[in-house]
Structures are given as C-alpha cells and as structure tokens.
C-alpha cells in the first residue's frame, strides 16, 4: 500500500555530514508522523528522530541530538535528516518509516551509514 525508499547512505570521515532522503508513495493518505531508525550489526534497532507530519513537531535520541536534523516535505511526501559531526558510532543501516491513521506503520529498504575513525 505505501513504500518507503531511502537514499543517501555512503562512506564518510568522522566528523563528516550525509544528507539522508526517504520518498514515499503509493497509498499516502493519513500520515501522521514519519522518522527514522537505525540498526548495526549485533544490535538493537533503536530511534534516530521523528517528526510530526501536521505541526512538524520533532524528537531526536539523546544520542543524536544537536547533530542530527530531521525535516520533511509535505508536498512531496519526503523525509530527510541532516547529519552533522559523524561518529563512527552512527554506523548502521538506517531505516525510514510512516505512521498512518487506523494503526498502519511502514518501514523502507534501509540505506547503509559507515563512518570511518
């Protein structure tokens, strides 16, 4: 019903930026809040940030905030988030995913995040 692509993902420095995408399409009618999720290798996938789709009200993890910076187009259906100062703690793949109305969550593909030390 909706599918959710991300992009962006490459190899980078410590220290360095990316600049993560996700589109949406197909069934996109109630989206209530869209985010994105990270899982490395071994680990839990934990939350990264979200963003209310309606007031853009945002939240970050303690882990990321004052780095990372997430924002959406809602004309375009599309979610990004800035990442600024990169640790080679931010490794891993990094998931998007929608909230809909009547209890409806999709996840995409996940892009790959390494960051070198």
């Known amino acids: 019903q909706v599918q959710l692509v991300e992009s962006g993902g490459g190899l980078v420095q410590a220290g360095g930026s990316l600049r993560l995408s996700c589109a949406a399409s197909?069934?996109?009618?109630?989206?209530?809040?869209m985010g994105w999720y990270r899982q490395a290798p071994g680990k839990e996938r934990e939350f990264v940030a979200r963003i209310t789709w309606s007031g853009g009200s945002t939240n970050y993890a303690d882990s990321v905030k004052g780095r990372f910076t997430i924002s959406r187009d809602n004309a375009k259906n599309g979610l990004y988030v800035q990442m600024n100062s990169l640790k080679a703690e931010d490794t891993a793949i990094y998931y998007c995913?929608?909230?809909?109305?009547?209890?409806?969550?999709?996840w995409g593909q996940g892009t790959q995040v390494t960051v070198s030390s």
């Open positions: 197909g069934r996109t009618f109630g989206i209530l809040d």
């Open positions: 995913n929608l909230h809909a109305s009547g209890a409806k969550t999709y």
